[in-house]
């Protein structure tokens, strides 16, 4: 018990089949990402600032916490803040394009969606060991393709993740093994367009939670 829950999928293991495989959700929601909640209800014992404050807040000045706790805080508040965003923006029925203002902006600043999709592949193939690749929205409103490794939060640079897929080994490798690029490829098919859209809306009035 704490004050960090593991947020509940709101679909089933094997909603996003044939793309990702039930045990691979299974493991990487129920371990993986239970993982972080204990190692943070852990961390909060003894920092039960860290179980009160916005996670945006924690994140975006990491460099203010004692060196005992930043490397834990970074990687599992960062994990958490991670994971929650990946199981909101995917779903069954998912796939598709992107509507709106939100394709307007993929145009705008990421070269149109094809385009988008390439590079957003190409740069998570590329992103060496752990990681994620994300569209990350600046201050400006300005979307770009960017990785960081581990689970470094793109709001350590002061931008906000919109949406990202886990490149990191346990995030494919029952179904997929070394075939990263074909993972890559496959996942569009369980984005859930909308919710990247709310998140969208959520950046640019500065209401986005993780
Ligand atoms: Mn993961």
């Known amino acids: 018990a704490g004050p960090f829950t593991l947020p509940p999928l709101t679909y089933p293991f094997n909603a996003l089949e044939p793309h990702i495989d039930a045990r691979t959700m299974e493991i990487h929601h129920d371990r993986h990402h239970q993982a972080f909640i204990t190692n943070l209800n852990n961390l909060a014992k003894t920092n039960p600032q860290l179980g009160t404050a916005q996670i945006t807040d924690v994140l975006g000045n990491i460099n203010a916490l004692n060196d005992d706790i930043k490397f834990a805080v970074r990687n599992n508040l960062g994990g958490h803040a991670h994971h929650t965003m990946f199981w909101e923006i995917m779903g069954p029925g998912g796939g598709g394009k992107p509507q709106g203002d939100l394709l307007a902006a993929i145009d705008k600043d990421l070269g149109g969606l094809e385009k988008f999709q ?43 993740a919109l949406m990202g897929n886990d490149v990191w080994e346990h995030a494919y490798y029952l179904n997929y093994q070394n075939r990263r690029a074909d993972y890559l490829k496959a996942w569009w098919n369980t984005v859930n367009w909308n919710k990247v859209a709310e998140r969208y809306a959520a950046a640019r009035t500065g209401t986005l939670g993780v």
């Open 118 to 160: 390439n590079d957003f592949n190409a740069a998570g193939g590329r992103q060496f060991g752990s990681g994620w690749v994300f569209v990350t929205v600046a201050k400006d409103g300005k979307l770009a393709i960017e990785t960081r490794p581990n689970q470094d939060n793109p709001i350590m640079d002061g931008k906000r």
